[in-house]
């Protein structure tokens, strides 16, 4: 945390180093963050290369976090994401799990494993943009509650509320095959 | 939390492991952008000397005190001793809990204080939006009938909202959203059927089409994708302005922006950088019970 607010510090004053670190420490994990939720390499790069762009803009209008400046580069994407989802949403993917109950015959495992990919994030993607937000930092991203707060810049109470909520409406979206059991 | 919902939960978890592994970058597309990166840094004004930056910065920051999410703050700690343990447990209740009246006059509050009609807009969307997953959590545990102050609430927000849209209509879609999942959620007011026990797949009847369209969207939780393509609220936002009063911030469902220095911009631009008042130790955030 020291460093980032020593960089975070370094950065408003326009220190080029500091900010080529802060791209360096943070692009590759919001190129998964991003990945994980869009399914596209070229998507994902944009969102890493606009939420930076937005950063640096951010900085020149006399703007940007005071602290948290990981969680604000993650507020950045989100919202990269969440627009993007607004323009072109993704493509209808029929929700219903591969699985034991219902097979496709002939498909390989890796195949089903990626085709059951494309459901769960077609899934995230129905979420309102906090429950998908607190649901990817929680258990892709493995961020506290506490993080996660100051991503959404909302009390831990709201977090945890998000997270039952983000996991109740992804039940009720694979209810049929969480009931089954996978 | 019964056993069968935490079962349940595990099962989610374990499916959202299917996206951990993301495949590898491609290299040379990797560093281009990094290279385009730097390239852009040239563009900034030059650097400052920390001795002269926290000169030209302490007066400003002195001068946006967040006036906003003082005041919520102070009303909240002179009214119920315990702000901030009262916000935190008012932003989780739902209806017929004892705190939901105060979250339900913080939401008053933030729009009395909000001031330009996009952020107003915003905010109205925020709430009706709220009281759908008021709904939602209350059919989790079993409670299918709606309250009408939820009803009344949430109909009051989308007219609100739609009343502010002539001037805002790239919201229009999204407000068609959440009035088709509104009524959903009402035609979910009785108890669902249990759900059959999965037989074999031979066994499975042979399902029609037209059943399968009919599912979809039977849950209230399913947000509209997007029924008109053209609407594009993002697209308006990407502004060449930073300022975020300028800047569509249709995501911004957390804090409200007044369109001044000391506006608690919220983090749900969408198309906009969170700005510095968008961070947890936003006072506003005491009151932000959502």
């Known amino acids: ?182 | 939390m019964t056993r069968a919902q935490k079962t349940s939960d595990e099962v989610i978890k374990n499916l959202l492991e299917t996206l951990r592994d993301v495949p590898s970058r491609l290299e040379d597309e990797a560093q281009e952008r990094r290279v385009a990166f730097l390239d852009s840094l040239e563009k900034l004004p030059e650097p400052v000397s920390p001795h002269r930056f926290w000169r030209l910065n302490l007066r400003s920051a002195f001068l946006s005190l967040r006036l906003r999410t003082l005041t919520i703050a102070v009303i909240l700690v002179s009214l119920f001793g315990g702000g901030t343990y009262t916000a935190n447990a008012a932003q989780t209740a739902l209806p017929g809990e004892g705190l939901y009246p105060v979250k339900i006059w913080v939401e008053q509050l933030r729009t009395a204080l909000t001031f330009s009609d996009q952020d107003k807009l915003r905010l109205h969307l925020e709430f009706a939006s709220e009281r759908l997953d008021e709904i939602a959590e209350l059919e989790s545990r079993g409670i299918f009938e709606i309250p009408q102050e939820v009803v009344d609430d949430f109909n009051h927000h989308i007219q609100e909202a739609n009343s502010l849209l002539p001037s805002n209509a790239e919201y229009g879609t999204e407000i068609k959203g959440l009035i088709t999942k509104f009524d959903e959620l009402e035609g979910d007011e009785e108890e669902p059927e249990e759900l059959e026990e999965p037989g074999d797949a031979a066994d499975q009847p042979e399902i029609d089409q037209d059943d399968i369209d009919e599912e979809d969207d039977e849950d209230g939780s399913f947000q509209e994708a997007g029924e008109d393509k053209d609407d594009a609220p993002g697209e308006s936002s990407t502004q060449e302005t930073n300022d975020p009063d300028e800047q569509d911030d249709e995501h911004r469902d957390q804090n409200p922006s007044p369109g001044s220095d000391d506006d608690d911009g919220g983090s749900g631009g969408s198309s906009r950088e969170p700005d510095e008042t968008d961070e947890p130790d936003n006072e506003e955030d005491q009151a932000n019970d959502d």
């Open chain 1, 1 to 182: 945390m020291k460093q980032e607010q020593r960089l975070l510090s370094d950065a408003k004053r326009f220190d080029r180093a500091a900010l080529a670190e802060i791209y360096d420490l943070y692009q590759a994990e919001l190129y998964r963050y991003a990945y994980r939720q869009l399914g596209d390499r070229q998507q994902a790069e944009d969102c890493v290369s606009e939420t930076f762009s937005r950063f640096l803009s951010a900085l020149r209008g006399g703007k940007g976090p005071q602290q948290h400046l990981r969680a604000y580069l993650y507020r950045i994407a989100h919202n990269w994401i969440t627009d993007q989802f607004r323009r072109t949403p993704p493509p209808e993917v029929d929700i219903e799990l591969i699985t034991i109950s219902n097979p496709v015959p002939g498909l390989e495992d890796s195949a089903i494993e990626k085709m059951n990919a494309e459901k769960v994030r077609a899934s995230l993607s129905l979420l309102t943009p906090d429950q998908r937000q607190v649901i990817m930092l929680k258990y892709l991203e493995g961020w506290e509650n506490d993080e996660i707060a100051a991503a959404l810049d909302k009390l831990v109470g709201a977090v945890k509320s998000l997270q039952h909520r983000g996991l109740a409406a992804m039940k009720r979206i694979l209810m049929k095959d969480v009931e089954a059991g996978l």
